[in-house]
């Protein structure tokens, strides 16, 4: 980890990255970007079916520090991880060429070039603070941050929205993680205190007004800080039983079925197998769940956000299938301490929950939290505070 998670924090950390550029590379870097990471505050596994997600952008970030090559060479070094300085020649890469955490810068200089762009090259070096394994988007948080640094420094002209497209091109072709575009465009679109409503069918985006301070509540993440083997492949067969059942209800996407239709169109399912049932309820519902969310917000009404976290939870863990045992935990822990609502986020089976908690109340259900993982024999969870924040941006 590099710096701090706060505003003196990034520029700490962009000083850092600047002078371990030269250290590496001979001289000094073209400039410094910053991209965060995500939590999402509602709607899971929906953005690869067309849905709505309800984001929002940590105060955690990576950080790179990058300048443009001519000569078809491209350079990448992490803080973060052990190992010298990897080189690549950019005519050289072709999907699954790249192997770990080089495969996704790797995969966005591939995605531009794919695109049309003439990315010539680059010398890059990265930190981050954006806990990694833990459903926080620290991949898309790398591949955004490379994404517009390349973008600024070849004058691509690319708008944020076309970013965050590419960018998941990159993961999805490249290194064959088939995510849908949420993560990318909260990384590269999120704006201090709010969270972002995108419409993943059409990429619209709204600015929701998420500012828990000002009526005494607290979002607080609990990284688990546990991953099951389970999830392997896991989030590839959802998708594929969400695409299986949009086929049989001769739709396009889950997005083109509304709420008022799920008990028909699972009873026209009835003859498909349990677990593609299961999805399209879920997605269907968790749509739902997004729409009403925004609706409380627009209203004012916070608190009442928290049984909708829950009930997101239950579907996640009894339809999905996604959660496990930790995850649970945190839910029902931090409800029986007294907090307003909270769900696991991300891809599941391990990784992260949200709690809303009144502020007064945050030490409390943070405290429960530990407590009942020490006495279910789990590892002590990392809690923070998620504090909306600013996406992708340049720092120097």
Known sequence: MAGGDGPAGRTDAAAAVAVRFRELYGAAPDGVWAAPGRVNLIGEYTDFNNGFVLPLA??????????????????????????????LAVEDLRPRSVTRWTGYPAGV??????????????DIHLASTVPTGAGLSSSAALEVVVALALNDLFELGLSGPELAVLAQRAENAFVGVPCGVMDQTASVCCTDGHALHLDTR?????????????????????????????????????????????????????????????????????????????CVRHVVGENHRVERVIGLLDEGDVRAVGPVLVEGHASLRDDLRVSCAELDLVVEAATAAGAVGARMTGGGFGGSAIVLVETADAETVTKAVREAFASAGHRAPRVFAAVPSRGAHRIN
Do not use: N
């Not at 200089?109 to 680059?122: D, F, P, S």
């Open 58 to 87: 940590l105060p955690h970030t990576t950080v790179a520090a990058v300048s443009r090559r001519t000569d078809g060479v491209l350079r990448l070094h992490s803080a973060d991880v052990r190992g010298g300085v990897a080189r």
């Open 109 to 122: 200089v591939w995605a531009l070039r794919e695109a049309g762009h003439a990315i010539t090259g680059a």
């Open 202 to 278: 059409d990429l619209s985006l709204r600015q929701v007004p998420f500012d828990l301070a000002a009526v005494g509540l607290r979002l607080l993440v609990v990284d688990t800080q546990v991953k099951h083997a389970l999830g392997d492949g896991a989030y590839a067969a959802r998708r594929a039983a969400c695409e299986a059942g949009a086929r049989a209800l001769g739709a396009r996407s889950l997005r083109e079925i509304p709420y008022a239709r799920l008990p028909a169109a699972l009873e026209q399912l009835a003859g498909e197998p349990e677990d593609v049932r299961r």
